[in-house]
C-alpha cells in the first residue's frame, strides 16, 4: 500500500473531527450570543437604574418609614417668611424641610461604622417635587437667623450621613428650597438613597 492510500483514512478522519468541531462552534455561538446579550442589557438595566430614583414609595404624614437602614420620619415642613437674600428671587418662596432618621432601629440592624451604612446612604438626596412632577434640589442659605434657635444638632442629609452617630442615635436633618410662590403649597418632600434605586420616599404635606 502506498503513502498516500494510508494517508487517506487518517485524512477523512481529520476531516471529520474538524467538521464536528465546527459544529460545535457553531451551536455555541448559537447558544452564547443570546445568553451574552442578556448579560448585558441586565447591565444596561443596572447602570440605568443606579443613582436614579424613579419608583416612589409615598409615606402618609406622621409615619415612620423604613429605608437604607435606617427609619426615616417628615417632622416639619413650613415656608420661611421674611427672609430676604439675593438667592431668592422676586415670587418665590423659601420651603424649610425637617427630617429625622433612626439609624439602626429594630426594625433595621444596620449598625453605625459598618460599610454597609455608606454603602446605603452613600448620596443621601432630599428633594422636593410638585404635583406637575417639577423637581427641586435644595439651595444653601448661609446662616439663617430665624432657624438659628433651633438648629442645634441639626445638619443637611449629605452631612448627617458621615456623622458616624452611635446605634439607635436619632439624626437631625434640615434643608431649605427655593421655589416659585404657586408652587409652595403643593410640594411635596422626597428622599433618594444610593442603596435604594430605583426606589424612594415621597412623603405626604404635614396636615396643618
Known sequence: ????????????????????????????????LPLAAIAMNFEHVRWLFKGNDLIARDVPA????????????????????????????????VIVVDLTAKVGSAKNT???????????????????????????????LGRVPALKDDSEGVDTCGSQSQSMAPPEATLRIRETFVVPEDAADRVRPTLGLDGEPPYYLRFERPKP
Open 62 to 93: 406622621g409615619i415612620e418609614a423604613p429605608f437604607g437602614g435606617s427609619d426615616w420620619r417628615l417632622v416639619g415642613m413650613r415656608r420661611l417668611e421674611g427672609f430676604e437674600s439675593a438667592m431668592v428671587p422676586a415670587n418665590a418662596i
Open 1 to 32: 500500500m502506498s503513502a498516500a492510500e494510508q494517508a487517506g483514512p487518517v485524512a477523512d478522519q481529520d476531516l471529520q473531527t474538524e467538521r464536528k468541531w465546527r459544529r460545535r462552534s457553531l451551536w455555541a455561538i448559537v447558544i452564547l
Open 110 to 140: 444596620l449598625k453605625m461604622g459598618d460599610t454597609v451604612f455608606e454603602q446605603l446612604w452613600g448620596a443621601c438626596r432630599v428633594g422636593i417635587v410638585d404635583d406637575e412632577g417639577r423637581s427641586w434640589t435644595p439651595t444653601y
